[in-house]
Nanobody
Framework: QVQLVESGGGLVQAGGSLRLSCAAS????????MGWFRQAPGKEREFVAA????????PYADSVKGRFIISRDNAKNTLYLQMNSLKTEDTAVYYC????????????????WGQGTQVTVSS
């Protein structure tokens, strides 16, 4: 199993930037596709961005496209999310996740999750 720990969250003004990190232990993240998700108060958890094992594929949610950048450093066993031009609606708990297989619908199945890090964007 792989254990995931997020860090880098905090309070930032609208228009600012934050960089989230997700440190993995137990197994190499090179074995997994990785993703970032977020959950705002009173809302369901939503997909933010994902990255393939090699880093060659990086799909994003439309709401963050052009502002957020997902990356990975397999040598450091760490996943990142660079968040720029932050908006108040980006306020949420951000989770990183890892998976190795797709579900029966052919969608990525994330089996391992971190505990989350709070991002609060003030106006």
């Amino acid at each position: 199993q792989v254990q995931l720990v997020e860090s880098g969250g905090g309070l930032v003004q609208a228009g600012g930037s934050l960089r989230l990190s997700c440190a993995a232990s137990g197994r190499s993240i090179s074995m997994y596709f990785m993703g970032w998700f977020r959950q705002a108060p009173g809302k369901e958890r939503e997909f933010v961005a994902a990255i393939s094992r090699s880093g060659g594929s990086t799909p994003y949610a439309d709401s963050v496209k052009g502002r957020f950048i997902i990356s990975r450093d397999n040598a450091k066993n760490t996943l990142y999310l660079q968040m720029n031009s932050l908006k108040t609606e980006d306020t949420a708990v951000y989770y990183c996740a890892a998976g190795s297989e797709n579900d029966r619908r052919g969608q990525p199945r994330y089996d391992y999750w971190g505990q989350g890090t709070q991002v609060t964007v003030s106006s």
